[in-house]
C-alpha cells in the first residue's frame, strides 16, 4: 500500500523546515531566519518503529494577509493537510500563542485530522518549560515539547504520528494481479492509451494539459493476465505549476508510483526526451520500479527505416541512468502496438521478482573477477568473498569484500552487466550493497 502521509504546518518562522531535515535526516529543506524561505511543498521519506512514511514540509500558514505569496503558500499547505493522514502543527515556544497560531489550529480543528501539537525551541533538557502549558489554550491536546536543532522530543512526536496511521493492510488486489502506473509529463497521452487499453472512455481526454487531476485505478483483465492500471495527472516542472490542483496532483503521482510493480513512462515522439521526462523517469528508477519507455504519438511522426534507430539512440542517451528499460513505440490514438505491452509488462514485472541462489551468483563473480581483476590502491588489492542475494523488486544483491573503500564504481557496474548478460534483469534496475569483512548479513 502507498505510504502515509504527514504534513507539518504552522505559522512561517517557527522551524518546519529545521523539523522536516532532523526528521528526514537530510538538509533537504532550505532553513533561513526569514519568514516565507518555504514557498512549496517538499517530501522526504522517513521510518519510525517500522513504519515507512512520507513527510510534506509546507511553506507557512498566514491566515490573513494581502500577499499573494503568502497566500499562495498558505493554499500549498491546505492541500497538505488534505492529503495528510497525520498533521504536525509547529508552534515556538519563544514567542508563545499568537492569533495566527490560533487561527491555524481552528483550520486543523475543521479538518477532523490526527494533529500533534509540537512546541519548538525547546532546547533544554529538564523540567518541563512553564511556557508550554500556555499551548493547551489551541485545543489540540497535550503539546510535545521539540527541539529541531537538537533532536529532543522528536521521539515522542513520531510515537504519536505512527499510532495515528492507518492499518497496515494488504492491497485488496490478487496476487497475480500487476500495478501499472502510467506516468509521464502533460498532454502526452496517458489517458488515450488508458482508454485504448481499456476498450472504452474510462478517462477524460483533452487537450488541455492538466485534464487528469487524481491518480485513478483501472482493472483489466485479458488473455496476459490482471492488471491494475494507474492512470495518473501530469507531471510538469514546478516553476511552470502555478494551478494549486495540479500541485497536489503532482504528489499522487508520486504516491501512484510508490504503489506499482511497474512503471510506463510515456514520452511524446514530437518531443524526444524532454528535462522533465528525466526527472520522471528518474522517480521510477529512484524507486527500484520495473519500467518501459514508451514513445507515444508514433503515427504523426515523418519517419523512414531508420527514424527508429535514430530515436532508440536518443532515448538511450538522454535516459543513460536506465539502459535495461526496453523501449516500445505506439500509437494510443490507432492503437499500434499497444497490444504488444501486455507481454512486456509481463516479461519485466516477472524479472523485476527474480531470485537468483547464492549458488549461481558465485559461480557468475568467479568467472567476472577471473577476467577482469578486482582493483588495487597503493598495493592493496580488492579481495571479493562472496555475494548473495536479500530481495526483489528490484533484485537486491549483497558483496562482500576485505574493504569497501577498494571497491571502485566502475568495478561494481562492471558485476551488474556480468550479473545482466547472465541472468537478462531486463526492464528493472539493479541494487548492489557493498560490505566488508565484519559487517554483519541482514
Same mark, same amino acid.
Given at each position: 500500500?502507498?505510504?502515509?502521509?504527514?504534513?507539518?504546518?504552522?505559522?512561517?518562522?517557527?522551524?518546519?523546515?529545521?523539523?522536516?531535515?532532523?526528521?528526514?535526516?537530510?538538509?533537504?529543506?532550505?532553513?533561513?531566519?526569514?519568514?516565507?524561505?518555504?514557498?512549496?511543498?517538499?517530501?522526504?521519506?522517513?521510518?519510525?518503529?517500522?513504519?515507512?512514511?512520507?513527510?510534506?514540509?509546507?511553506?507557512?500558514?498566514?491566515?490573513?494577509?494581502?500577499?499573494?505569496?503568502?497566500?499562495?503558500?498558505?493554499?500549498?499547505?491546505?492541500?497538505?493537510?488534505?492529503?495528510?493522514?497525520?498533521?504536525?502543527?509547529?508552534?515556538?515556544?519563544?514567542?508563545?500563542?499568537?492569533?495566527?497560531?490560533?487561527?491555524?489550529?481552528?483550520?486543523?480543528?475543521?479538518?477532523?485530522?490526527?494533529?500533534?501539537?509540537?512546541?519548538?525551541k525547546c532546547d533544554?533538557?529538564?523540567?518541563?518549560?512553564?511556557?508550554?502549558?500556555?499551548?493547551?489554550?489551541?485545543?489540540?491536546?497535550?503539546?510535545?515539547?521539540?527541539?529541531?536543532?537538537?533532536?529532543?522530543?522528536?521521539?515522542?512526536?513520531?510515537?504519536?504520528?505512527?499510532?495515528?496511521?492507518?492499518?497496515?493492510?494488504?492491497?485488496?488486489?490478487?496476487?497475480?494481479?500487476?500495478?501499472?502506473?502510467?506516468?509521464?509529463?502533460?498532454?502526452?497521452?496517458?489517458?488515450?492509451?488508458?482508454?485504448?487499453?481499456?476498450?472504452?472512455?474510462?478517462?477524460?481526454?483533452?487537450?488541455?494539459a492538466g485534464t487528469t487531476?487524481?491518480?485513478?485505478?483501472?482493472?483489466?483483465?485479458?488473455?496476459?493476465?490482471?492488471?491494475?492500471?494507474?492512470?495518473?495527472?501530469?507531471?510538469?516542472?514546478?516553476?511552470?505549476?502555478?494551478?494549486?490542483?495540479?500541485?497536489?496532483? &503532482?504528489?499522487? #503521482?508520486?504516491?501512484? *508510483?510508490?504503489?506499482?510493480?511497474?512503471?510506463?513512462? @510515456?514520452? %511524446? $515522439?514530437?518531443?524526444? !526526451?524532454?528535462?522533465?521526462?528525466?526527472?520522471?523517469?528518474?522517480?521510477?528508477?529512484?524507486?527500484?520500479?520495473?519500467?518501459?519507455?514508451?514513445?507515444?504519438?508514433?503515427?504523426?511522426?515523418?519517419?523512414?527505416?531508420?527514424?527508429?534507430?535514430?530515436?532508440?539512440?536518443?532515448?538511450?542517451?538522454?535516459?543513460?541512468?536506465?539502459?535495461?528499460?526496453?523501449?516500445?513505440?505506439?500509437?494510443?490514438?490507432?492503437?499500434?502496438?499497444?497490444?504488444?505491452?501486455?507481454?512486456?509488462?509481463?516479461?519485466? &514485472?516477472?524479472? #523485476?521478482?527474480?531470485? *537468483?541462489?547464492?549458488?549461481?551468483?558465485?559461480?557468475? @563473480?568467479? %568467472? $567476472?573477477?577471473?577476467? !577482469?581483476?578486482?582493483?588495487?590502491?597503493?598495493?592493496?588489492?580488492?579481495?571479493?568473498?562472496?555475494?548473495?542475494?536479500?530481495?526483489?523488486?528490484?533484485?537486491?544483491?549483497?558483496?562482500?569484500?576485505?574493504?569497501?573503500?577498494?571497491?571502485?564504481?566502475?568495478?561494481?557496474?562492471?558485476?551488474?552487466?556480468?550479473?545482466?548478460?547472465?541472468?537478462?534483469?531486463?526492464?528493472?534496475?539493479?541494487?548492489?550493497?557493498?560490505?566488508?569483512?565484519?559487517?554483519?548479513?541482514?
Amino acid at each position: 500500500m502507498a505510504k502515509p502521509l504527514v504534513a507539518i504546518v504552522g505559522r512561517p518562522n517557527v522551524g518546519k523546515s529545521m523539523l522536516f531535515n532532523k526528521l528526514t535526516g537530510q538538509r533537504t529543506a532550505i532553513v533561513e531566519d526569514t519568514p516565507g524561505v518555504t514557498r512549496d511543498r517538499i517530501y522526504g521519506d522517513c521510518e519510525w518503529n517500522g513504519r515507512e512514511f512520507t513527510l510534506i514540509d509546507t511553506g507557512g500558514i498566514e491566515p490573513s494577509t494581502d500577499s499573494e505569496i503568502l497566500l499562495f503558500m498558505r493554499r500549498q499547505a491546505e492541500i497538505a493537510i488534505e492529503t495528510a493522514h497525520v498533521i504536525i502543527m509547529v508552534t515556538d515556544v519563544k514567542v508563545g500563542v499568537t492569533a495566527a497560531d490560533m487561527e491555524v489550529a481552528t483550520m486543523l480543528l475543521r479538518s477532523k485530522k490526527p494533529v500533534c501539537l509540537a512546541v519548538n525551541k525547546c532546547d533544554s533538557i529538564g523540567n518541563v518549560n512553564p511556557d508550554v502549558y500556555e499551548f493547551y489554550s489551541l485545543g489540540l491536546g497535550d503539546p510535545i515539547e521539540v527541539s529541531a536543532v537538537h533532536g529532543h522530543g522528536t521521539g515522542d512526536l513520531l510515537d504519536f504520528c505512527t499510532e495515528h496511521f492507518p492499518e497496515e493492510e494488504e492491497e485488496e488486489l490478487e496476487d497475480d494481479v500487476i500495478k501499472v502506473a502510467i506516468v509521464g509529463k502533460p498532454n502526452v497521452g496517458k489517458s488515450s492509451l488508458l482508454n485504448k487499453i481499456l476498450g472504452f472512455e474510462r478517462v477524460i481526454v483533452s487537450d488541455m494539459a492538466g485534464t487528469t487531476r487524481d491518480a485513478i485505478d483501472s482493472y483489466f483483465e485479458n488473455e496476459h493476465g490482471k492488471y491494475c492500471f494507474i492512470d495518473t495527472a501530469g507531471m510538469r516542472r514546478k516553476s511552470k505549476v502555478d494551478d494549486m490542483i495540479e500541485r497536489y496532483s &503532482n504528489m499522487r #503521482s508520486i504516491n501512484a *508510483i510508490d504503489r506499482a510493480d511497474v512503471c510506463l513512462i @510515456l514520452i %511524446d $515522439a514530437n518531443e524526444g !526526451v524532454t528535462e522533465q521526462d528525466t526527472k520522471i523517469a528518474g522517480l521510477a528508477h529512484e524507486a527500484g520500479k520495473a519500467a518501459i519507455i514508451v514513445v507515444n504519438k508514433w503515427d504523426l511522426v515523418v519517419k523512414d527505416d531508420k527514424t527508429m534507430d535514430k530515436v532508440t539512440e536518443e532515448i538511450r542517451r538522454d535516459l543513460g541512468y536506465m539502459p535495461y528499460a526496453p523501449i516500445l513505440f505506439i500509437s494510443a490514438l490507432t492503437g499500434q502496438r499497444v497490444d504488444k505491452l501486455y507481454e512486456l509488462i509481463n516479461a519485466v &514485472n516477472e524479472q #523485476s521478482c527474480m531470485r *537468483i541462489t547464492t549458488g549461481m551468483l558465485n559461480n557468475v @563473480l568467479a %568467472d $567476472a573477477t577471473a577476467r !577482469v581483476q578486482p582493483p588495487t590502491d597503493k598495493g592493496r588489492r580488492l579481495k571479493i568473498y562472496y555475494m548473495t542475494q536479500i530481495s526483489v523488486k528490484p533484485p537486491h544483491f549483497v558483496i562482500f569484500c576485505n574493504d569497501a573503500r577498494l571497491f571502485h564504481f566502475s568495478y561494481q557496474r562492471y558485476l551488474e552487466n556480468q550479473i545482466r548478460a547472465t541472468f537478462g534483469l531486463q526492464g528493472t534496475p539493479v541494487k548492489i550493497t557493498i560490505r566488508q569483512k565484519g559487517d554483519k548479513e541482514e
